[in-house]
């Protein structure tokens, strides 16, 4: 990932274990509602093909008039071609927040890569 993106948002994906002895990967960034988001996305969901976060960003970034709704089960953005806004919790409540989509479509992509790695989550550690 970019060492820029890194700092500027202040990533940190970790593994971390929990209680019972599993591997939870976690991100980490100075975005309370990007940090949720991502901890809520799986694999699956950021790389299917027609329907994943990547080829949501991927519509948003190819057409200046989209307006495209995806999110998590706590956040709901809104993608644009040139900003990604931040919404509470599927309701009409805008927070203040918003990113560059070329720097969410990077971030997303190293959420996706570390949950590719190994150890995967849920892996039991002895």
Do not use: C
């Not at 960034?29 to 940090?35: C, P, S, V, Y």
């Not at 093909?49 to 956040?75: K, R």
């Not at 969410?104 to 002895?126: A, C, H, Q, Y």
Request: glycine residues 4%.
């Amino acid at each position: 990932m970019i060492r820029e993106l890194i700092e500027k948002y202040k990533l940190n994906f970790q593994n971390r274990v929990d209680e019972d002895g599993e591997i939870d990967k976690f991100p980490e960034t100075n975005i309370d509602q990007l940090t949720n988001l991502l901890y809520e996305w799986k694999a699956e969901d950021i790389d299917s093909n027609e329907h994943g976060l990547l080829a949501d960003i991927d519509e948003a970034l190819t057409n200046q008039n989209s307006e495209i709704e995806s999110g998590s089960t706590t956040v709901l953005i809104l993608i644009y071609q040139n900003e990604v806004r931040f919404v509470g919790a599927w309701s009409e409540e805008t927070y203040s927040i918003s990113i560059p989509t070329q720097d969410f479509k990077e971030i997303v992509i190293g959420w996706r890569d570390f949950l590719l790695t190994p150890p995967l989550n849920g892996t039991k550690m002895s």
